[in-house]
Nanobody, 126 residues
């Protein structure tokens, strides 16, 4: 019922910035939160950030606090992930995800999200 289309990944040198976006379509009114996850080769998918669709409340993984900012444009049904001070360890495929029944205790769990984008590659060189 919800489709997510990502864009804005790419290659950047350490210390640089990227701002991938995720546009949602379909029954977006069912979503209560939009999250970002990332997965590096050989590693598990890990939580990055989440924003509530209505209130704009945010929560971040410790590894990105102070560097990443998640935001949303409700009129465009789009969520953004501003990534600053990127480091090689940030290299991963970044996925956006929509949740319809997220709670504060589950918002960092991939299993709690109902819809996923295709992912966008972020590569940070040293």
């Amino acid at each position: 019922q919800v489709q997510l289309v990502e864009s804005g990944g790419g290659l950047v040198q350490a210390g640089g910035s990227l701002r991938p976006s995720c546009a949602a379509s379909g029954r977006t009114f069912s979503n209560n939160g939009m999250g970002w996850f990332r997965q590096a080769p050989g590693k598990e998918r890990e939580f990055v950030a989440v924003i509530s669709w209505s209130g704009g409340n945010t929560y971040y993984a410790d590894s990105v606090k102070g560097r990443f900012t998640v935001s949303r444009d409700n009129a465009k049904n789009t969520v953004y992930l501003q990534m600053n001070s990127l480091q090689p360890e940030d290299t991963a495929v970044y996925y956006c995800a929509a949740g319809t029944s997220l709670r504060r205790t589950t918002l960092d769990r991939a299993r709690a999200y109902d819809y996923w984008g295709q992912g966008t590659q972020v590569t940070v060189s040293s």
